[in-house]
């Protein structure tokens, strides 16, 4: 018996009924061989850290563009994070923990420069509108690998998909919002907790709020530190889950409540305010300004990727290439295309 088949066994023997086996997967798009020593999803999850696009997420702001401080996240360090709380539910709920790391690692991999800024320029400016958990599926599925896509499982790519909702609500409650495993499901609550936590601490560091600055109530019912409010959070998902008959995810009333005016206060006081949205503006610029050019430029643009044709429409393959930028690398291309160059006069 392979190594692979002896960890499937482990699994049927050891997680929940209701967590997703590796062997029980949907399969891939392309069918391939199995791995003789990783099951699918670990197999998956292999993939994604050794992507480019992964690679990439260490030069993509989360919140705060290029910060001096060495201690502010960036969007890799968001993705680990979100990865661990993740990881730490799934394990507590007998869940498949290997799915839900490489749900977690991939979920912002077509996330833009520049944050949410930048997909809101390419939302606007891009023909069919943009949005970044669509791009992470382009990516692992046409995108990477020189167009071969990491062809990863059903499980995985649909977690990816689904992991996002905006200001909408905390657990998918909507028929297009499910998923298709509890294990993505998971994934969704752990990047709210992730970023609702993290960008708090992050804008205290940058003294754009103040601890006392936290809505009412929140200190008091989640926590008055960062690890606090985190394994509130956690907890609550854990106990409230394991009260389902089928292990439906579930959070506290109380503390949903909280995290949702936690998330509604960052909007406002962090995400929208001028201290950090001004900057965004000019960075949304850029975008738009690299886009509109390409667009109407495409030899420009085939000159830049080095690439001889597109392999979609020219505004697709733009699109495509800049929400792939990191920061510094579109701040770089703009100056190079639209900034004047000092004059160089020979010897």
Known sequence: MDIRKRLE????????????KSRDTRGRAVPEPPCDIRPAFQHDRDRIVHSKSFRRLKHKTQVFLFPADDHYRTRLTHTIEVSQIARTIAKALFLN??????????????HTPFGHSGEEILNRVHEGGFRHNEQSLRVVDILERNGAGLNLTMEVRDGILHHSKGKGSLMAKEPQDKSLTREAEVVRIADTIAY?????????RGNVILPADLPQGCNEVLGDTHSKRIDCMVRSVISETQKSADLTLAIGEEIEYYMVQLRAFLYE???ESSTVHNDFEKCGRIVADLYNFFVTNPGEFLQETGRSDFYDQPSVCVCDHIAGMTDRY???LFERMFLPMPWRMNA
């Open 9 to 20: 066994e482990r699994e049927g023997l050891f997680l929940s009924p209701y967590a997703q």
């Open 97 to 110: 923990e290997d799915l839900v790391e490489a749900i977690a690692l991939g979920h912002d991999l077509g």
């Open 196 to 204: 609702i936590n993290h960008d708090i601490d992050d804008a205290i």
């Open 269 to 271: 006081r962090v995400y």
């Open 330 to 332: 579109a701040f770089n």
